[in-house]
């Protein structure tokens, strides 16, 4: 861990590169600071990460930098334009309705990180809302967040929560929260589908020399650079699916807005994970249609290519649009395969594979066995002797083609084993164990603490937490999550 940790915020090394490119871009904005700010939590090794001490974090001054209340000279709060397909509908005008943009970071290491406020009040996009963030869904947020991290999937981050005693009106009256969020990029699919629809050509052609230029410095001076960035968009979207996909994530609201330039996680609200494997698993209540349901995030992803890809219309041929967001379905498929193979201990992907995976997903649906735990419990056993009796059944066919399949490898059973746990969570942040967080936050005593710390290393044991590894009861079924936040 690098030693040279800034003592003083204003020692930090705040640039504005997407700024000082892209004016265009933003709003200036006061922010509103929380009442009677405390700090729920800090995310220590992401501070690290930024070279941030994360004692210094807790303290006064940083105290009020993370509640969006503390200015000083070459730092500007500021809200972005962006439009996007909700629900399939194209909204003209959306934006930063409740972030900020504070600036970035740059490393010792040369690396950059944006930091945005989320629930710092009003902005010129905030439309009908009041610019807040509710500290329930700012806990779904950080858990989940860093918890996706941890289980390998590209995400924005989160550096802390600040809670205020102001309140806010949601279906009942809540507390007011502001996270720090952090990313290489928050730079949405409706940045672009903002200037494109407007036909603002040069400013369009600005943001993408932008992106290209900080992110993608290899594709500089090619002369098919918006292609290759296209493409890139494509490969890092599709890759994200299937990882979503293999770990049971379903997001909740794929809407443009929400989907990210650089390929991560962004917008966390009504997400949730499968307990039982099932397609047609909708965690967002006010989805009424399915449209954002589990099984139906990887075509969500096509048409969402799809929305973006016209925006390319201005400056690429248009058949090697299409071409690019063809690649879409085979880059997703590959990756999907190789995850679940990895998943069975298998070592490569063969001709075949295929069969196998879908005779696992089908005996999955069948004996209603929960996702999380099918995986782990076969990561840990001899897979049949050992089995779960009650699911046995539902499974011999799989088995059978497993066994068949294992032997076209070389392998030691305690080896596979082992590799088996790490690729297979004991703990996945089921919407029972994020709802239990929230409702405690308050308690002293660390359970806030030893919650993300588990979440954070989720293929380890925990044998003392074992029942933060359990589906929920029926009860905790009913625990209802919709776009409000
Ligand atoms: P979401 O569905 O959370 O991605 O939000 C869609 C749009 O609504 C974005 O432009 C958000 O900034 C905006 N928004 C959501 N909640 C609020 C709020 N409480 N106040 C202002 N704007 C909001
Ligand atoms: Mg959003």
Partial sequence: MDKKIPKKITELDFQNRLRLRCPFLFEKVQSSPLKNPKLLHVNRSLA??????????????????????????????????????????????????????LGEIKTTQGHFFELQFKGSGK????RMGDGRAVVRSSIREYLASAHLKALGIPTTEALSIVVGSDLVYREEI????????????????????????????????????FVIDAYFPAFSKHPNRYILLFQEVVKRTALLFAKWQSVGFCHGVLNTDNMSILGL???????????????????????????????NQPFIGLWNLEKLSHTFEIVADSKDIERTLNSYSSIFNFEYRRLLINKLGLNETL??????????????????????????????????????????????????????????????????????????????LRNHIAQFVIENHELKGGLFEKIFDILNSPYDEWPEFDYLSKPPSEIEKNIIVSCSS
């Fill in 48 to 101: 690290y990460e930024l070279e941030i001490s994360p004692d210094e974090l807790s303290k006064g001054s940083f105290l009020n930098l993370l509640n969006a209340d503390l200015l000083f000279e070459g730092l500007l709060y500021e809200s972005t334009y962006y439009s996007g397909h909700q629900f399939g509908h194209y909204v003209a005008r959306l934006g930063d309705g409740r972030a900020l943009m």
């Fill in 123 to 126: 902005t010129p996009f905030s």
């Fill in 174 to 209: 809540e507390k007011a929260s502001i996270t720090t969020r952090v990313a290489e990029s928050f730079l949405r699919f409706g940045h672009f589908e903002y200037f494109s629809n407007l036909e603002d050509k040069s400013n369009y052609i600005r943001l993408l020399e």
């Fill in 265 to 295: 996680t962004i917008d966390y609200g009504p997400y949730g994970f499968i307990n039982k494997f099932d397609p047609s698993f909708i965690c967002n209540h006010s989805d009424h249609e399915g449209r954002y349901s589990f099984g």
């Fill in 351 to 428: 001709d075949g594979d295929d069969d196998l995976i879908q005779c696992l997903l089908n005996c999955l649906i069948v004996s209603k066995m929960d996702y999380t735990q099918f995986f782990r419990e076969i990561s840990k056993n001899n897979y049949f002797s050992e089995f779960d009796n009650n699911y046995k059944k539902d499974f011999e066919l799989f088995f059978e083609k497993l066994e068949i399949r294992l032997r076209t490898q070389n392998y030691n059973l305690e080896e596979r084993s082992k590799k088996m746990l790490k690729v297979n969570p004991k703990f996945i």
